[in-house]
C-alpha cells in the first residue's frame, strides 16, 4: 500500500471540486456501487474486455472476468468493466489489421478519460494483443496481460489439424480435387475444438507469448489452454497483482524497455513467431519512444535457434507447447543457453525475468528443443532491401527443403535466385486469374503481390503466400517464390517476402514491376531487385505518374478513409504517421 493519491480520486473524491465529484458518483451508483467503494475502496481496475459474440477467439474472457474480478476484490480492487472495439481476425471485413488501430484509439481515450487507476487488458486473437498493449503504452497507467489461451488440440482423421494450416492444406487438396467443398468445411471445423484463439503459432500465440516476454503477463500466463482450470487461476492471480501495481505505481514505460522488446524478438525466433509480429512490436514500441526496425529484428533475432516445434514451421500444437513447459521453459532454456540479452529486466509481478524462469526446464523435449540441438540453427527473420521497396522481411524458418532444393540449392549461387515476375494487383485478381494456363505460369516464376498494403488494401490483406496454379499443384510444385507489400497469415507455412514498404499505393518499387521482368533475390546480400534498367524505370516512374499513380480503390467506410491518410508502412508497425508522439498520456 502507499499514499500516493490514485488517479480515481480525481473523479470521486475531489475536495476542491465537490459539485463535479457528486456528478461523477451519482451514475456510477445507479447499479448498486456504494460511495464508500468508489471514495476510499482502493483502486478502479479497468478490465478491457476483448471478448464478445463478434470476437470468438476471445469470448471465453467473459467467463474467466468473473475470476478477474474476484481477483482484484480479493487485493481490495474496484473492477469495471471496459468495452474494448471487437476484432475478430477471420471475420472481419476487409481485414482485421485495419480495426487494429481503432482498437487502440478508443482504448486510448476510454483509459484516458475515465476514473481508472490500473488496466488488465484481455488478450487472445490476433490483433486484440498490439491493439491493448498500444494503448495501455500510450497512456502508461498500470497494466497487466491475461491471454485467454489457446483452443484444445484439432484433430482430422487421427493427425492433429491446426487453426489456418488445416485451411492451406486443405485449399491445396480442393484445387487439385481431392476433397470435396464439404470435407473442406470437415476440415476447416476440426481445428477449432473449443474455446480459445489459433492453437498453431500463429499471430495470436505468438501475440501472447510475446506479451509473455516483453513482461506484461504473470510468467506461465501465455500458453495455458482456454478451457484448462490453471486459466482460471492465472486470471485471479492477475486481477489481485494488477492492484499491488497499481499501488506500486508499476507502469508499462517500466516494463516495456527496449531491453524487454529486445528479449521478445529472441524469444520470437525461438518459438517460430509470426511474421506479423514485427508489424505489431515495432507499433507498441513507438508508443513508448523506442524505435524498433527490421534490422533490429534481423540483427538480434536471426541467429537464435528455432526450439518450438510448433506448426506452421513444426508438428505440434497449442496444448503440447503448454505441456511441454510453454513460454517458461522455452526463456529458461534461452537463458541457460545464454541467448536472451536482458535477463534482468524486471517483470508484471515484481521480480526479474532471471528470478521467474531460471532453471525452469523442459518437460518434454519432443516439442520443445534445447539450444544445443534446436530444430533449427537460425530461425529468425532477414530484412530485405532492394528495388522493389526498402524494407520487407522473410521468415527462415519455414523454408522446406522442397523449396530449398528447387530454389536455394544452385552451387555457383547458394541463397539466390532469379525469376520473370508474374505480377497480381490484389486478391481478387489472384484469385481470378491464377488458374489461367495461358499466364504460363511455371515453377521458376515468382508471384507477386501489390495493391495489398495498408493504404492499397486498408489495414494490409494477409495475401501474400499465393499457391501455385493448380496445374502445377497436381504436378508436385506446393509453393513458389511469393513477394508483397500485404501481409501473410501468421499460420502460413510460406517462406514469402513480406510486408514490403513503401507499397505500391504509396509509390514503392513493386508499382513499376511489370510481369515478364527478371526479378533477383538474394537472401547472402539480403537484395531484392527487378533486374530492369534505371532509365527504363525512371520512365515508368513518369507514365505512372502521368496516369494519376497507382489505383487505389475507393473507401467504404470513414474510418478506411481516416486510417489511409493517417497510416505508416509495416516497416514502421503500421501506426499513426508523424505528428506529435503520444506517450505517457496519463500524466501530462
Ligand atoms: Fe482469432 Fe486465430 S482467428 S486467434
Ligand atoms: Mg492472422
Not at 503504452?137 to 484433430?155: D, F, H, K, Q, Y
Not at 473442406?184 to 500463429?202: H, K, Q, R
Not at 533449427?376 to 520487407?392: S, V
Not at 467506410?557 to 506529435?580: I, K, N, S, Y
Request: some cysteine; charged content about 20%.
Amino acid at each position: 500500500m502507499t499514499d500516493r493519491k490514485l488517479r480515481s480520486r480525481d473523479w470521486f473524491d475531489n475536495p476542491d471540486d465537490p459539485e463535479m465529484t457528486a456528478l461523477y458518483l451519482e451514475r456510477y451508483l445507479n447499479y448498486g456501487l456504494t460511495p464508500e467503494e468508489l471514495r476510499g475502496g482502493g483502486p478502479i481496475i479497468a478490465i478491457a474486455q476483448t471478448g464478445s459474440d463478434l470476437s470468438p477467439c476471445n469470448r471465453h474472457h467473459l467467463v474467466l472476468e468473473e475470476r478477474v474480478r474476484d481477483g482484484i476484490r480479493s487485493a481490495g480492487g474496484i473492477p469495471l468493466q471496459v468495452p474494448v472495439h471487437p476484432i475478430q481476425e477471420t471475420g472481419k471485413r476487409p481485414t482485421a489489421m485495419l480495426d487494429r488501430n481503432l482498437a487502440y484509439l478508443s482504448l486510448v481515450e476510454t483509459l484516458f478519460g475515465y476514473p481508472i487507476d490500473g488496466v488488465v487488458l484481455t488478450i487472445g486473437c490476433d490483433k486484440t494483443t498490439p491493439a491493448c498493449l498500444m494503448a495501455a503504452a500510450a497512456v502508461n497507467i498500470p497494466a497487466i496481460a491475461l491471454s485467454v489461451g489457446p483452443m484444445l488440440n484439432g484433430w482430422h482423421q487421427g493427425t492433429r489439424a491446426g487453426s489456418g494450416t488445416v485451411i492451406w492444406l486443405a485449399r491445396q487438396q480442393l484445387a487439385a480435387g481431392e476433397i470435396t467443398p464439404d470435407q473442406f468445411m470437415e476440415m476447416a471445423a476440426s481445428s477449432a475444438p473449443s474455446v480459445g484463439y489459433c492453437n498453431t503459432m500463429g499471430t495470436a500465440s505468438t501475440m501472447n507469448a510475446l506479451a509473455e516476454a516483453l513482461g506484461m503477463e504473470l510468467p506461465g500466463g501465455a500458453a495455458i489452454p482456454a478451457p484448462y482450470r490453471e486459466r482460471g487461476q492465472v486470471a485471479y492471480r492477475t486481477g489481485a497483482r494488477i492492484v499491488e501495481m497499481v499501488h506500486a505505481d508499476r507502469k508499462p514505460s517500466d516494463i516495456m524497455t527496449r531491453e524487454a522488446f529486445e528479449n521478445a524478438i529472441v524469444v520470437n525466433s525461438a518459438i517460430g513467431g509470426s511474421t506479423n509480429a514485427p508489424i505489431h512490436l515495432n507499433a507498441i514500441a513507438r508508443q513508448l519512444g523506442i524505435e524498433l526496425t527490421n534490422e533490429d529484428w534481423q540483427r538480434i533475432g536471426h541467429h537464435v535457434p528455432l526450439l518450438v516445434d510448433m506448426m506452421p514451421a513444426g508438428r505440434f500444437l497449442g496444448e503440447d507447447f503448454h505441456r511441454a513447459g510453454g513460454v517458461p521453459s522455452v526463456i529458461g532454456e534461452l537463458m541457460r543457453a545464454n541467448l536472451l540479452p536482458h535477463p534482468d529486466v524486471p517483470t508484471a509481478n515484481g521480480l526479474t525475468m532471471r528470478q521467474c524462469y531460471e532453471g525452469t526446464g523442459i518437460i518434454d523435449a519432443e516439442v520443445i528443443r534445447t539450444a544445443d540441438a534446436p530444430l533449427l540453427e537460425e530461425a529468425g527473420f532477414l530484412a530485405l532491401t532492394g528495388n522493389l521497396f526498402d524494407g520487407a522481411i522473410m521468415k527462415t524458418s519455414v523454408i522446406d527443403e522442397e523449396f530449398r532444393s528447387r530454389y536455394l540449392s544452385d552451387p555457383a549461387d547458394p541463397m539466390a535466385f532469379e525469376g520473370p515476375a508474374m505480377v497480381f494487383d490484389g486478391p481478387e485478381d489472384f484469385h481470378a486469374r491464377i488458374d489461367d494456363e495461358t499466364l504460363g505460369i511455371t515453377p521458376d516464376c515468382i508471384l507477386i503481390m501489390r495493391g495489398a498494403g495498408p493504404i492499397g488494401y486498408p489495414g494490409g490483406a494477409e495475401v501474400v503466400n499465393m499457391r501455385p496454379p493448380s496445374y502445377l499443384i497436381r504436378e508436385g510444385v506446393y509453393a513458389m517464390p511469393c513477394i508483397g507489400d500485404g501481409r501473410q497469415s501468421g499460420t502460413s507455412g510460406s517462406a514469402s517476402i513480406l510486408n514490403a514498404s513503401p507499397e505500391a499505393a504509396e509509390g514503392g518499387g513493386l508499382a513499376l514491376v511489370r510481369t515478364g521482368d527478371r526479378v533477383r533475390v538474394d537472401l547472402n546480400v539480403g537484395r531484392v531487385d527487378m533486374l530492369v534498367p534505371a532509365g527504363e524505370l525512371a520512365a515508368r516512374a513518369r507514365a505512372l505518374e502521368a496516369a494519376g499513380g497507382f489505383p487505389v480503390p475507393p473507401s467504404q467506410t470513414p474510418w478506411q478513409a481516416m486510417f489511409r491518410r493517417e497510416v505508416t508502412p509495416f516497416t514502421a508497425g503500421m501506426g499513426l504517421r508523424d505528428g506529435p508522439l503520444f506517450q505517457d498520456i496519463a500524466r501530462k
